[in-house]
């Protein structure tokens, strides 16, 4: 069983197939934070960085907002970032069928 507490927590099929209560509301919790921090920095923080910096934003899509924070140098990688996105939505949408499949 793997638990956050523990340093060298191991994440195994048998601990994934028969989550403990504490153990399913622990990754619950971290979907839906990280799934709200993407979403946060998406709809506020960028938006917020680039008007503070003289955009219009309104105009902008979001992969816009990410390449002229890339090029103002605020954002090291729009591409690493629309890569966490995509992580993001997989985690979020991504229902696993099988024990192997979770791991």
């Known amino acids: 069983m793997f638990s956050m507490t523990s340093p060298d927590a191991s994440l195994d099929v048998q601990a994934l197939e028969q989550p403990g209560k504490g153990n399913r509301r ?22 917020a960085i680039l008007g503070a910096l003289g955009e219009d934003v309104a105009a902008m899509s979001a992969l816009d907002r990410l390449d002229r924070l890339e090029q103002l140098a605020w954002l090291p990688s729009a591409d690493e970032w629309s890569e966490l996105r995509r992580i993001r939505n997989e985690f979020t949408h991504d229902y696993p069928e099988t024990s192997q499949d979770k791991v």
């Open 26 to 47: 622990l990754l619950d919790q971290f979907a839906y934070r990280y799934t709200r921090m993407q979403d946060d920095m998406g709809a506020r923080l960028i938006p």
